[in-house]
């Protein structure tokens, strides 16, 4: 089975100000200081349509709360005054980015608006333009196709859902985000990896970028042959992405292999959508189970359908962690706004009985190959739920149904919403349109950054690394800090390279927040090791600390942890306590009671020495004692 | 030909014609680098790079393209104009009140053509309805477009039409009428409506929205409503306008019409009722008055119609520095009336005293607003307001300088005389005094 993956890379840049406001182009750091309400309508498009998802949202009387603070936000994000001139910095990184992917810049730019009314965009559209088209970028031999390159604005950020009210975050509307888009020639999970990776270097090559968890986010199309096309909207790592698409080429041939399979039993769309909800709330007038008991004292019904052939499947596992049910419930919640919903693959269970069970079938006229789903809320609900519940049932004998999913952090995914339409693109006749002239191409081109594969040839022939440390430094986001440490100070490069990648990756691992430490602070630590105020020891220690207080130096750091190299004349009284109390040992095995003594000596000296200058040390004093005997 | 190609010049212009384009079909552009682009051919609305054509391709963004020696432009397609099919009509709950929604422009009531972005107006009461489902419940509504212009365009000539127009409206014995307006000169038009028809049956409602109905966090659906409410459930007749109270979309203030004024450039809650209080409040589908002093709807009847205007009458902003040649030169112009709009209590330089005395000799009106927006003239704290009142100023109380200079233009044309002038100025005829101020009224 053939799978095609295309990716869309969406990257913050790392501009003074944001795209279309001088507001800075960074989250806000205080609690929110002000909140208003919005209800974005859904407008028609020329051919006087409603997205059906956005109408029905609309009807159900959902909206939205908007929380800012006065530092990061003013009324452009608000849509309280009407959009600034396109920021032209972003425009310079766009345009070195396109220019170092190959693409053609257009001659002129012209910002849309794409509508979106999930509330992330006050203005119920995104303002987004198209920077360039073509392009490529090779990845071990393999060429891949750019489609696209646009410039656009980061959206709000979604903080709760809260009955029917959404919050959103306005700090990060605005913030400018270069979306790079190739074809779907992608054919496995490894090579998604892969060309995220290489692009991910080009858009750090320019170091113009935002960096830390958020500021680069992936949306990954995968489809299966014979299956359906679905977009993962979100994968924050890049690291995520080879397992997304893992997860998703076997919940596509999982989901056909099911769709074969309600076939050969002869399930029919037309059976299906002529079911009728059956109520079931007397079934369960004295039921043991929580869930029902509480949705009916609060004035709700039990409400049932019968799957005719669905029996046993709903309980298939699509993906670690995922069934066919759940799909289901996801629908449910989605339009009808339940908690979930019960299936009789899953029963009894959850505290109904195998009696309940039996009535339930009876009462839907199911048979053993069928199954059941029933819900438990106000009818309303109810109904809307089921008829979601009846329409993913019908979706499941096509095989893959067209749709946006999210990435849980194994990399599964789970429902969002459904795919909409083709984007509904207007002109933003507010913003005037920018000429992309010669010259300015010309003076982007003279002064292009260092090509990734430039760049990872020079760490190998100028700073001795590896090719593997090479790469790892290219993908990590401290090249800027490696140079100038490098620079600065003699602290060996292969141990600089080492501890900004290794060593910084396996403290993020356990939590530390490396990220979070400001490229000086990195410098100044790096030059106090140079200078022999710490050892190489201390270094996850006095990182972890520093990821906890950003805003303090090293030198607060080591005072905090008590850090201090023991002087040359204070070391060399341990030592010679040290070998006076094991006069035995060194009397015994000469300078071969290096090794024990060292061991020793660290165990006491860790963190307070250079272990080089006390092996020195040690070797020489052993050594002199020997000549002597 | 032309008309077809709209805004394009130079070399695109000529490119096009050549390959006999039209916008609305599809081209294929060729660069001569290689790059190729397909897509739609828009009208170029900017006064751009005469060398561009515009593009929307086909996912939907718009590139400009310069057209070079050696790139090929031809044409491949046809265009097709979408066909607009307006939603179905929400059926109509019989037994409603009828509202009469006029239009006479801006943005609260268009649509936008997707394909080239131009915003259209729509005021079918079916479009309405389209938009804005929520109204068929409200009140049946009929609408009618007066005039399709930007407010800046809006002359006294345009306050006279729709002041006749409302008036026979009201004949047809509608609980209410609405004026749907731009928003940049809706106050003065509210003033202008507040004098020429009095003892109203029915409030008479103007609406705008600060951001166009295209989009969907348009302000106009919530104003509309906000306004149709007003003028079934008020029981004011009075001119009065609807437009967000804040930020949210949660409350519609409602502003008595010569209270009030535009004071912000682009916020949703712009419009603010400067030295008074709310007329009304709209929240949750449902009026609330605010203000226990209103006049209540008229009688049938009783509705008096005067709709006319003077436009011999000028509002001047006095500043340090200002050179009393200018009212001078407006006296020769034959000025019928001067309403100044002073510094502080209500004060110009004594500069301006010469100037001053001739138009008093000549006949000519001067009536004092403050500059300050918020609070009441008083000219006799300081010397100078007692040297103005003494060449014959008007002090004009706590009157917005927009509304002095309406009241001015309709008083001039009811009367001749300037006694009369004088008296009528002083005279409340629309509200446009509040006899006292309260601590709440304040910037």
């Known amino acids: 089975m053939k799978v095609r993956v295309g990716l869309e890379l969406h990257q913050q840049l790392a501009t003074r100000f944001k795209l279309f406001c001088k507001c800075p182009s960074e989250l806000g750091a205080e609690e929110p200081e002000h909140s208003f309400i919005r209800r974005l309508r859904p407008t028609q498009s020329e051919l006087g349509e409603v997205d059906p998802a956005a109408l029905f949202e609309f009807k159900k009387g959902r909206y939205i709360v908007y929380e800012l603070d006065d530092r990061s936000t003013c009324l452009v994000e608000m849509d309280e005054e009407p959009p600034h001139p396109m920021n032209e910095e972003a425009v310079d990184i766009a345009l070195t980015v396109a220019l170092m992917l190959n693409s053609d810049p257009v001659d002129e730019i012209h910002v849309m608006r794409k509508i979106v009314i999930d509330g992330s965009n006050t203005a119920g559209f995104q303002r987004t333009a198209l920077i360039a088209t073509g392009g490529y970028v090779d990845v071990e031999g393999k060429r891949i196709p750019i489609q696209t390159i646009c410039l656009e604005e980061d959206a709000a950020r979604l903080v709760k859902q809260q009955g029917k009210a959404v919050y959103y975050r306005l700090d990060r509307l605005g913030i400018p985000l270069i979306e790079i888009a190739t074809a779907p020639v992608i054919e496995s999970p490894e090579e998604a990896l892969k060309v995220a990776y290489a692009i991910g270097r080009i858009l750090r090559a320019t170091r113009r970028v935002r960096r830390g968890l958020g500021t680069i986010r992936q949306d990954v199309n995968i489809s299966v042959e014979g299956g359906g096309l679905v977009e993962v909207k979100g994968v924050q790592k890049l690291e995520l992405i080879s397992k997304v698409v893992e997860y998703e080429v076997m919940r596509q041939k999982r989901l056909l292999a099911i769709r074969d399979e309600l076939r050969s039993r002869g399930c029919r769309a037309e059976d299906l959508k002529g079911e009728r909800f059956i109520d079931l709330t007397d079934v369960f007038k004295n039921t043991g189970c929580r869930v029902l008991k509480r949705a009916v004292k609060k004035g709700g019904v039990v409400l049932g359908v019968r799957l005719k052939g669905f029996g046993g499947l709903l309980c298939r596992e699509l993906e670690p962690g995922l069934r066919l049910g759940g799909e289901f419930a996801a629908r449910a919640r989605f339009w009808g706004g339940v908690g979930g919903i019960f299936h009789t693959d899953e029963l009894p269970a959850y505290g109904i009985t195998a009696e309940e069970v039996a009535k339930v079938r009876s009462l839907v006229g199911a048979d053993e190959l069928d199954a059941v789903v029933f819900v438990a809320d106000v009818r309303d609900k109810a109904v809307d739920a089921l008829n979601a519940v009846l329409e993913r049932a019908v979706e499941a004998l096509e095989g893959v149904p067209d749709e946006t999913r999210g990435p849980n952090p194994d990399g599964t995914t789970r429902y969002m919403r459904p795919r909409p339409g083709a984007a509904r693109m207007y002109p933003e006749t507010d913003i005037p349109p920018i000429r992309i002239t010669e010259d300015r191409l010309l003076r982007l081109k003279a002064c292009l950054p260092e090509h990734p594969e430039e760049t990872v040839r020079r760490l190998i022939e100028v700073y001795g690394l590896n090719r593997k440390l090479a790469e790892q430094l290219m993908d990590s986001d401290y090249m800027p800090v490696f140079e100038k440490v490098t620079a600065e100070t003699k602290v060996p490069t292969r141990f600089v390279a080492a501890t900004l990648t290794e060593t910084f990756k396996s403290l993020e691992r356990e939590g530390v927040e490396v990220h979070r430490i400001p490229d000086p602070t990195l410098l100044e630590l790096f030059k106090l090791l140079d200078r022999g105020l710490i050892t190489r020891e201390n270094i996850p220690d006095v990182v972890k600390w520093l990821s906890l207080n950003t805003d303090k130096t090293v030198e607060d750091c080591l005072k905090a942890l008590n850090i201090r190299l023991l002087s040359q004349a204070e070391l060399e009284k341990v030592v010679e306590e040290v070998l006076a109390e094991r006069a035995e040992l060194v009397d015994k095995m000469g300078v071969k009671a290096l090794k024990p003594l060292m061991g020793y000596l660290m165990s006491r000296l860790r963190g307070k020495v250079d272990p080089r200058l006390l092996m020195n040390m040690l070797r020489r004093k052993l050594e002199e004692r020997a000549g002597r005997g | ?443």
């Open chain 2, 1 to 443: 030909m032309s008309s077809s190609l709209e805004g394009y010049k130079g070399v695109a212009l000529d490119v096009l014609r050549e390959i006999g384009a039209e916008v609305g079909d599809v081209l294929r552009i060729r660069k001569k680098d290689g790059a190729v682009y397909e897509g739609v051919l828009v009208p170029r609305f900017e006064y751009g790079d005469p060398e561009c054509i515009v593009l929307k391709l086909r996912n939907g963004y718009n590139v400009g393209l310069k057209i070079q020696e050696g790139d090929r432009v031809e044409k491949i397609g046809e265009g097709v104009k979408p066909a607009y099919k307006p939603r179905p009509i929400p059926e109509a709950v019989s037994g409603l009140p009828r509202v009469s929604i006029v239009s006479t422009g801006g943005t609260i009531a268009s649509r936008v053509d997707y394909r080239t972005g131009a915003v259209t107006p729509a005021l079918r009461a079916e479009d309405l309805y389209s938009m804005v489902p929520e109204l068929a419940e409200v009140a049946q509504v009929e609408t009618k477009v007066l005039f399709s212009i930007f407010s800046e365009d809006m002359t006294p000539k345009h306050w006279s039409k729709i002041a006749e127009e409302i008036a026979s409206e009201l004949e047809e014995e509608v609980r209410g009428v609405v004026v749907a307006h731009g928003t940049d000169t809706m106050g003065y038009t509210a003033a202008a409506l507040s004098f020429a028809l009095q003892n109203l049956p029915a409030p008479v409602v103007l609406v705008g929205a600060q951001r166009s109905s295209d989009r969907p966090s348009s302000d106009a659906a919530l104003n509309l409503i906000g306004a149709v409410v007003t003028a079934v459930q008020a029981p004011f007749g009075e001119v009065a306008v609807a437009m967000h109270r804040g930020l949210s979309d949660d409350v519609v203030a409602v502003h008595r019409g010569t209270k009030v004024r535009k004071c912000h450039t682009s916020r949703r809650d712009a419009f603010k009722s400067v030295n008074a209080e709310l007329l009304g409040v709209v929240e949750n589908g449902t009026y609330r008055q605010v203000s226990q002093d209103y006049r209540p709807r008229s009688p049938p009847g009783k509705l008096k119609v005067r709709p006319t205007f003077d436009e011999k009458a000028v509002l001047v902003k006095y500043y340090p520095g200002f050179n009393p040649e200018v009212l001078e030169k407006l006296l020769d112009m034959g000025y019928r009336g001067i309403i100044l709009e002073g510094t502080g209590l209500g004060h110009v330089g004594s500069v301006c005293l010469k100037a001053l005395e001739r138009a008093r000799d000549m006949g000519v009106f001067v009536g004092m607003t403050s500059q300050c927006i918020w609070g009441r003239v008083n000219m006799n704290v300081y010397y100078t307001g007692r040297d103005l009142q003494r060449v014959g100023v008007v002090p004009l109380e706590d009157m917005l300088p927009e509304t002095a200079v309406v009241k001015l233009m309709w008083v001039l044309a009811q009367t001749d005389s300037l006694e009369e002038v004088r008296r009528l100025m002083l005279t409340d005829i629309a509200g446009e005094f509040s006899p006292r101020t309260s601590y709440r009224w304040s910037a």
